[in-house]
């Protein structure tokens, strides 16, 4: 079981290619940095027995079977609750695919005792979701800590999942929602690909289904078989209850038995599965033709369980293959100019699963040479071993990786959700310790049993004697995996942060250096983590004219190689000083901080430019252009920037068409670049802000001995917009062969930051659309009339300048989005009209002050927040006004800054989905 992502940066690879493809933190009362268990200090509740305890997490069983995990961390002032049941896609039956996914959904809908679940967390300003996969369902909230939102997060987890009545007007309310969620994926050329290659794969096993479903399953599953799913699984011996944070144990771990304690331990017995998957007998291919504007191929293999050993040496396998820049597909087939992108992931889990290569190729381009040159490089791993610097590479990445996760309590707590369901959280480490001891024969060895042409998913099938095929074992029973599993010793401790503007004023230093302005802000952090933020300025509205992409681009290629690294070797010497993110803006650690920071100036002043870099970046960035001409977000995306747009073609704030795009993308030159780096790139002005593990004392000097002189040609200053009132439009724009709409429409707004109406439109925004599935909108286009997954509204302030804008967004079948356009308009005009309420008011200022003070609590997000206001000359000292004024906000001023603010009549509007679907589904002609 490999705890991370098998395939470091998979995400962002696909996602960067068109391919659209769980929390803790500081409880109430204090807590010590490595809290001991509770029965260090207290006797354990009656009936509670005390289980197996690792690396600050220790299990508890309570008499009805349900498990607890309790991760006391303080270094937030965070809590997250979260329950995972063991229960996903691969336990329903036939003609039910898609119920755990569904059965998520319903169970925001609340219970008779907590009958507004979604507006609670919107008024205490929690962060939550549920989630569903192939072998569990899991549930979180990430609130600010306090006893009575943990007591009411603990008392709502317990109330639903006993009491949640899984109505019929609900399962009709949000079918519409989910069947949308299921057609958004339906636009996407990578999600449709892999969802059929799953099908493909398997024969009979259920893994061979995707956990959205079978459209005709989400469509007429009854209700009786909803409920009967509920009552089976739902109960306190199939689930994990997580809490990890800021708490107080002895109390936490009384109340979780007081209130779970209560639901009966069920008299059934939980279905039991038999069905294994036979040997596959020889290769597959299939082929989906739909119309699109990017090319990708795949290729898939069985591979064994994560319960598996094996589990860590396939994991070395995908990325080694894998990875960009240092993985092999990618010197193959990017380097050498046959696709714009390689990528590689698993899609694995208890049973047997599949691991997936592939590439991206643009639009008429060859696709059978990459496909076989593919095929040649992975199944011949096995040939070609690892080399020590391949498998030092991903051991290091990994392990750096495992660390970082280990100081963020709140990611962690949830992904522990991964290894729960392979039956013991434990695995988590485990798999660490497995990944410490792979050796490259042990890659190349399962490569040689897995990555055969008779399991592959490609191909034709090919009769022969002697067929060579790969047998997958059985997963191994989880006591046997975990018999000689010692938890190692953890000594991760970090302080009790307080993150008022009045700490974060006392706490920092405010400096400068050379010409950057500094906020240094100390604070012992969990692993010793730092991170440092960069703000640089270029040009101004008069020498940036013509220059947009060349800006762009230069940007782009500062971590494609400099003077003394290639883009490999960059990527390595990142690795090696633990730094996270790009030269502007990234994470390390104590140690390696003054490093870091030279490897940073280092990137940002002698970048090398290399020829080859460039070619492979204008053809991705090209193919991503390409493959967003018929994706309805993008292109009305671009249509309402366009209607809005006031400055002329080469204007820095020009909105470029997708055609313009793509001219100006052709027609920068890579000396262009290297002009563009002379004449603006500088630090003279600049901010930087370091928040984290460090000594104050030992930054003035290296920044100014860095970027003391570091001064451009060009004139440096604010590139300011201006309003303008623009007239409406609405316009509806066909993107054919696309299951999912997109609506958006938006307005300009005369308005600035310091106004004195901004404080009272925030909240009010919050209200109409940001404020999550609880906001005005979402009620209505969600809960009400169930026309869409998600939408929301945006508000938009100048700081410098008075270009404002107020936004509304959603996602909609295309025979919808009329409908969805009427419903917008109708709750706009109602809202201006009749006003707001004094609950919601209360309401909105409650989640809003908790998000923003959750924010402060973020390292990243406090520097970004340091840079933002040195440049405007301003402190934390602003942010609390800021807050005194939202917390002063009257009901009366609220609705009139509202209708003063947002006039329905100028919204403009555009629409794009397919119109051969609208006109079937609403009568257009």
């Given at each position: 079981m490999n705890p991370i992502d098998r395939t470091r940066g998979t995400a962002a690879r696909l996602a960067a290619a068109g391919l659209c493809f769980v929390i803790a933190g500081a409880a109430w009362g204090a807590a010590a940095p490595a809290a001991a268990p509770a029965r260090a200090s207290a006797a354990l509740p009656q009936g509670v027995t005390l289980g197996p305890s690792a690396e600050g997490i220790t299990e508890y069983r309570l008499a009805n079977g349900l498990k607890v995990l309790l991760f006391p961390d303080s270094s937030r002032p965070t809590v997250t609750v979260n329950v995972t049941y063991l229960v996903g896609s691969r336990h329903e039956n036939y003609g039910e695919t898609g119920m755990a996914h569904l059965l998520e959904h319903l169970l925001f809908k609340g219970t008779r005792k907590n009958p507004d679940i979604t507006g609670q967390f919107a008024r205490r300003g929690m962060d939550f979701n549920g989630t569903t996969s192939l072998d569990r369902t899991n549930y979180y909230e990430v609130f600010q800590a306090s006893k009575d939102n943990l007591d009411w997060a603990?008392?709502?987890?317990?109330?639903?999942?006993?009491?949640?009545?899984?109505?019929?007007?609900?399962?009709?309310?949000?079918?519409?929602?989910?069947?949308?969620?299921?057609?958004?994926?339906?636009?996407?050329?990578?999600?449709?690909?892999?969802?059929?290659?799953?099908?493909?794969?398997?024969?009979?096993?259920?893994?061979?289904?995707?956990?959205?479903?079978?459209?005709?399953?989400?469509?007429?599953?009854?209700?009786?078989?909803?409920?009967?799913?509920?009552?089976?699984?739902?109960?306190?011996?199939?689930?994990?209850?997580?809490?990890?944070?800021?708490?107080?144990?002895?109390?936490?771990?009384?109340?979780?038995?007081?209130?779970?304690?209560?639901?009966?331990?069920?008299?059934?017995?939980?279905?039991?599965?038999?069905?294994?998957?036979?040997?596959?007998?020889?290769?597959?291919?299939?082929?989906?033709?739909?119309?699109?504007?990017?090319?990708?191929?795949?290729?898939?293999?069985?591979?064994?369980?994560?319960?598996?050993?094996?589990?860590?040496?396939?994991?070395?396998?995908?990325?080694?293959?894998?990875?960009?820049?240092?993985?092999?597909?990618?010197?193959?087939?990017?380097?050498?100019?046959?696709?714009?992108?390689?990528?590689?992931?698993?899609?694995?889990?208890?049973?047997?699963?599949?691991?997936?290569?592939?590439?991206?190729?643009?639009?008429?381009?060859?696709?059978?040479?990459?496909?076989?040159a593919l095929v040649e490089a992975v199944e011949g791993l096995s040939k070609q071993p690892p080399t020590a610097e391949e498998m030092e590479r991903v051991r290091r990445a990994w392990l750096n990786n495992i660390e970082r996760s280990l100081n963020d309590a709140q990611g962690f707590g949830v992904a522990l959700?991964?290894?729960?369901?392979?039956?013991?959280?434990?695995?988590?480490?485990?798999?660490?310790?497995?990944?410490?001891?792979?050796?490259?024969?042990?890659?190349?060895?399962?490569?040689?049993?897995?990555?055969?042409?008779?399991?592959?998913?490609?191909?034709?099938?090919?009769?022969?004697?002697?067929?060579?095929?790969?047998?997958?074992?059985?997963?191994?029973?989880?006591?046997?995996?975990?018999?000689?599993?010692?938890p190692a010793a953890s000594n991760l401790v970090a302080e009790d942060f307080d993150p008022s503007q009045d700490n974060i004023m006392k706490r920092t230093t405010l400096t400068t250096a050379g010409g950057v302005k500094l906020a240094l802000l100390p604070k012992k952090n969990r692993g010793e983590t730092v991170t440092v933020q960069l703000r640089q300025h270029f040009g101004d509205e008069n020498n940036l004219f013509g220059k947009g992409m060349t800006s762009a681009l230069t940007s782009a290629m500062l971590m494609r190689g400099t003077s003394k690294y290639s883009r490999a070797e960059l990527a390595d010497a990142f690795d090696k000083l633990k730094m996270v993110g790009g030269p502007n803006s990234f994470q390390t650690t104590r140690a390696n901080l003054a490093e870091a920071i030279r490897l940073a100036a280092h990137v940002l002043r002698e970048p090398a430019l290399p020829a080859a870099e460039f070619a492979q970046l204008r053809k991705q960035i090209l193919t991503g252009l390409e493959a967003s001409r018929n994706e309805p977000q993008s292109v009305a995306a671009r249509a309402l920037a366009t209607h809005f747009n006031q400055y002329p073609r080469g204007d820095i704030r020009h909105a470029n068409t997708l055609e313009e795009d793509i001219a100006d993308l052709q027609a920068v030159r890579l000396e262009d670049l290297a002009a563009f780096h002379r004449g603006y790139y500088n630090t003279h002005p600049a901010e930087m802000a370091i928040v984290g593990d460090f000594d104050p004392k030992d930054i003035v000097p290296l920044v100014d001995a860095l970027f003391g002189k570091w001064t451009a040609p060009?004139?440096?200053?604010?590139?300011?917009?201006?309003?303008?009132?623009?007239?409406?439009?609405?316009?509806?724009?066909?993107?054919?062969?696309?299951?999912?709409?997109?609506?958006?429409?938006?307005?300009?707004?005369?308005?600035?930051?310091?106004?004195?109406?901004?404080?009272?439109?925030?909240?009010?925004?919050?209200?109409?659309?940001?404020?999550?599935?609880?906001?005005?909108?979402?009620?209505?286009?969600?809960?009400?009339?169930?026309?869409?997954?998600?939408?929301?509204?945006?508000?938009?302030?100048?700081?410098?300048?008075?270009?404002?804008?107020?936004s509304i967004s959603a996602i909609a079948a295309p025979q919808n989005l009329r409908k969805l356009d009427a419903a917008v308009r109708d709750e706009l005009a109602r809202a201006v009209a009749k006003g707001f309420t004094e609950q919601e008011l209360a309401d909105a200022k409650s989640g809003l002050m908790q998000q923003r003070l959750q924010n402060r609590a973020n390292d990243a997000a406090l520097a970004a927040g340091w840079t933002s206001y040195l440049y405007r000359g301003r402190d934390f000292t602003w942010s609390a006004a800021f807050e005194r004024k939202l917390m002063a906000v009257t009901l009366p001023q609220l609705n009139a800054a509202f209708r003063k603010g947002i006039d329905p009549a100028k919204l403009s509007v555009i629409m794009a989905g397919d119109q051969g679907k609208a006109g079937k589904g609403s009568g257009q002609p």
């Open positions: 603990l008392q709502m987890e317990a109330d639903r999942m006993a009491n949640s009545p899984v109505a019929q007007k609900d399962l009709a309310s949000e079918m519409t929602v989910v069947r949308n969620e299921f057609e958004s994926g339906e636009n996407s050329p990578a999600q449709v690909l892999f969802k059929r290659m799953q099908s493909v794969a398997y024969d009979w096993h259920s893994y061979g289904r995707s956990t959205i479903g079978n459209r005709s399953d989400i469509e007429n599953v009854r209700i009786a078989n909803l409920q009967a799913f509920y009552r089976t699984w739902y109960q306190p011996d199939n689930a994990v209850l997580l809490v990890a944070g800021k708490f107080e144990p002895n109390a936490t771990l009384a109340q979780i038995t007081r209130l779970f304690g209560a639901i009966a331990k069920p008299k059934r017995a939980l279905p039991q599965f038999w069905t294994v998957e036979p040997t596959q007998d020889g290769e597959r291919s299939f082929v989906v033709r739909r119309q699109g504007d990017v090319q990708i191929v795949a290729v898939g293999y069985k591979v064994p369980s994560d319960l598996q050993e094996e589990s860590e040496a396939l994991g070395f396998a995908a990325e080694i293959m894998g990875d960009a820049p240092n993985g092999r597909l990618h010197k193959l087939l990017v380097e050498s100019g046959k696709a714009s992108q390689v990528f590689s992931f698993g899609q694995t889990g208890y049973a047997p699963g599949l691991q997936f290569y592939g590439a991206v190729v643009k639009k008429g381009e060859p696709l059978e040479p990459v496909r076989e959700s991964e290894a729960i369901a392979l039956g013991d959280w434990r695995l988590y480490f485990l798999s660490r310790e497995r990944i410490k001891e792979v050796k490259a024969e042990q890659v190349a060895a399962s490569a040689g049993r897995y990555f055969l042409r008779s399991n592959r998913v490609v191909g034709s099938f090919v009769p022969e004697e002697t067929p060579l095929r790969a047998a997958i074992p059985p997963a191994p029973p989880v006591e046997s995996v975990m018999k000689d599993y010692r060009e004139n440096v200053a604010p590139v300011l917009r201006r309003h303008a009132e623009v007239a409406p439009v609405a316009r509806t724009l066909d993107t054919p062969d696309k299951e999912n709409g997109f609506y958006l429409a938006g307005m300009n707004l005369d308005l600035n930051v310091d106004d004195a109406d901004y404080p009272a439109l925030m909240l009010a925004n919050y209200i109409f659309g940001e404020g999550g599935l609880k906001s005005r909108l979402m009620d209505r286009i969600r809960q009400k009339d169930g026309l869409s997954y998600g939408g929301g509204s945006e508000l938009a302030a100048g700081d410098l300048d008075r270009a404002g804008s107020f």
